[in-house]
């Protein structure tokens, strides 16, 4: 004969009132709602508010989700830490995809086994690494979306794709509704190691994990 249930738990499951998965997504929406003017982005010449970087994460959003990525997707990313790369980790995993971001020391051949074994849907990709991305993509035997980089602290290299990473933000929408994941256990990122002692191997971040260690981080942080 089965137990009764605990008074515990009956009537009290998890309700948008008592429970939020946790996202670091969560982050930006904050800051750029408490803090939306104060400067977000320094990079060269550009300077951005809170405001203005959360309204082009959500153009990314909106672009990649009218252009058929999605949940469980793959988003690779070869960029130095440019404000293009910030955008990224927010714009990518609010239409539920994963983002792989590249080791930018890395030779083709390791770039090539990660794009294909993390499935990558698309990869964005800074000009200043044209030559290892260009021979990388010739060995992976299917499609890859490129989004082209052309930062203007660089002003050199060759464009891999007609679609410029500016171009792309146009086409989505700034208010972009995007959602927390349903669970906080859904992949995130997708990281791998360098390969030195065989192919790299991944390593998946969630939602949960990645919230836990950015709150973990400023706690300790001098």
């Known amino acids: ?29 904050r800051t750029a709602s408490v803090y939306p003017e104060r400067t977000a982005v320094i990079h060269g010449s550009i300077r951005r508010s809170w405001a203005e970087t959360y309204a082009r994460c959500r153009r990314l959003a909106g672009a990649l989700h009218n252009r058929g990525i999605g949940k469980g997707d793959t988003v690779a990313a070869m960029l130095p830490n440019i404000p293009e790369m910030l955008e990224a980790h927010f714009g990518v995993p609010m239409v539920g995809a994963v983002l792989n971001a590249l080791n930018t020391r890395l030779d083709a051949e390791a770039i090539a086994f990660m794009l294909g074994h993390g499935e990558a849907r698309a990869l964005i990709a800074d000009r200043e690494f044209a030559p290892v991305v260009r021979e990388a993509l010739s060995r992976v035997d299917r499609d890859i979306l490129v989004i082209d980089v052309d930062d203007p602290e660089y002003g050199e290299g060759e464009a891999l794709s007609e679609l410029d990473y500016e171009a792309l933000l146009a086409e989505g929408d700034p208010q972009f509704q995007w959602q927390n994941p349903d669970n906080e256990w859904d992949a995130i990122a997708l990281n791998y190691t360098s390969g030195t002692t065989g192919d790299p191997k991944g390593v998946v971040y969630h939602h949960r994990g990645a919230y836990l260690n950015a709150v973990g981080n400023t706690m300790v942080w001098d």
């Open 1 to 29: 004969m089965q137990s009764p249930a605990s008074i515990f738990e009956q009537h009290l499951g998890q309700t948008p009132a008592n429970y939020t998965p946790l996202s670091p997504l969560t982050f930006i929406e």
